[in-house]
């Protein structure tokens, strides 16, 4: 069985800076992308940042520039660095693993975290 762990949110004022950290657990063998999504009350879910394979990168449009999504792939770890934060970045952040290989085979479904709380507030 494979589980994403989130850790990292926080309360943070406008302009502050907040590192999320995603660990996926179990007999892993590989994971083809990692990923952030967020979803703030009365929204839908919104991909904030992808990295695929550890260099391939792709980010929403109002987090270009103040995100940096990076991975270790060894350690089966996503990271967020989010800078210049904005009350808009306020929701709960969900890590998310495609293509998750593990000794039983290929998982089909993508594995989610539980989510953790990002509030950007003064």
């Known amino acids: 069985q494979v589980q994403l762990v989130e850790f990292g949110g926080d309360l943070v004022q406008p302009g502050g800076s907040l590192r999320l950290s995603c660990e996926a657990s179990?007999?892993?063998?590989?994971?083809?992308?990692m990923g952030w999504y967020r979803q703030a009350p009365g929204k839908q879910r919104e991909l904030v940042a992808v990295?695929?394979?550890?260099?391939?990168?792709n980010y929403e449009d109002s987090v270009k520039g103040r995100f940096t999504i990076s991975r270790d792939i060894g350690k089966n770890t996503v990271h967020l660095q989010m800078n210049n934060l904005r009350p808009e970045d306020t929701a709960v952040y969900y890590c998310?693993?495609?293509?998750?290989?593990?000794?039983?085979?290929?998982?089909?479904?993508?594995?989610w975290g539980q989510g953790t709380q990002v509030t950007v507030s003064s």
């Open positions: 990295i695929v394979s550890g260099l391939s990168t």
């Open positions: 998310k693993a495609g293509g998750v290989r593990t000794r039983t085979g290929l998982i089909q479904q993508a594995v």
């Open positions: 179990g007999s892993i063998f590989s994971i083809y992308s």
